[in-house]
């Protein structure tokens, strides 16, 4: 048997996993063949396991919900701790703006489609304001320092090492809301229903697999900082140290509060437009 699985530099567990061979072993015995199909854009997911290239991938919060809003039949498999990562939105060290509220007629950089799009809808849900309010300014999903300078925007939605890398052209930047105050954050292991449903023990060596190679990110973080240098993110050891340095490490089953998680954001999405239509996160458990 044969498992294939999605790679992309903004999903350490898997980017990880697919860099260290020692940490796959345990994981082929269990399985057989595993091969790892690596990317460069989280969004790119979905498309993957529609065309069958990927039997299961990892992304945030937001692509699952808009897989299953079109009809995509995923299901979720696992998630992460939380991560409340530096960052959240920021200002350069002069800007007026104080409170999510003077976002209002300004503008924002964030990567559309990611896990900032929740956190978009979240900073819409609590300000007050609609989505014509804000002007969205779509930056690459692997961003650097000058990508982020260079939108133009008013604001950024963004943490470390991006964050960081910012911050050395930068200094002075302020955070007006943490990545804490507005979602979770989790990794989200997701994948093709059928597969999983044929499967459940190739799922749960995955899912075993996933929290040991972020165990041993916890226990090795320099050697883990080294191998993500690789991926395109940052190619600051020191960086990415210190980035990883208080993240909290595991990965676990699904669960009512994590579905709960993504209730939220499916609801804010159907009320802001991001979805057409709005999803029942359940249907995409594999009990739904």
């Not at 924002?108 to 900073?123: D, K, L, M, P, R």
């Not at 969205?136 to 604001?155: N, Q, W």
């Amino acid at each position: 048997m044969t498992l294939t699985i999605g790679a992309h530099p903004n999903n350490l567990a898997t980017w990880l996993l697919s860099s260290v061979p020692a940490l796959q072993e345990g994981l082929k015995a269990a399985v057989g063949e595993v091969d790892f199909i690596r990317y460069r854009d989280g969004r790119e997911t979905s498309g993957l396991l529609r065309s069958g290239a990927i039997h299961v991938g990892a992304t945030g919060s937001t692509p699952p919900i808009v897989a299953q809003s079109a009809g995509d039949d995923i299901v979720y498999l696992g998630r992460s701790r939380e991560h409340p990562e530096h960052g959240g939105v920021i200002v350069p060290a002069a800007s007026p703006i104080k409170t999510l509220a003077d976002l209002k007629g300004r503008s924002i950089a964030f990567t559309v489609g990611s896990w900032q799009t929740h956190a978009f809808a979240e900073i819409l849900d609590r300000s007050g304001l609609a989505p014509a309010d804000i002007r969205v300014i779509d930056i690459p999903a692997v961003a650097t320092a000058e990508d982020v300078l260079a939108s133009g925007a008013d604001a950024w939605l963004i943490h470390d090492p991006l964050l960081a890398a910012v911050e050395d052209k930068a200094p002075g930047t302020q955070i007006i809301a943490p990545v804490a105050d507005l979602v979770r954050n989790r990794s989200v292991f997701w994948g093709d229903r059928a597969y999983a449903k044929a499967h459940p023990q190739i799922i749960a060596a995955l899912i075993e697999a996933l929290n040991d190679t972020e165990l041993w990110a916890a226990a090795n973080t320099a050697e883990a900082a080294h191998v993500l240098t690789d991926s395109g993110r940052s190619d600051s050891v020191q960086n990415w140290i210190s980035a990883l340095a208080h993240r909290p490490w595991g990965v676990g089953a699904v669960d009512p509060a994590f579905l709960a998680e993504q209730q939220r954001a499916a609801d804010l999405f159907s009320r802001y437009g991001v979805i057409a239509k709005s999803v029942n996160v359940r249907d995409a458990t594999i009990e739904g």
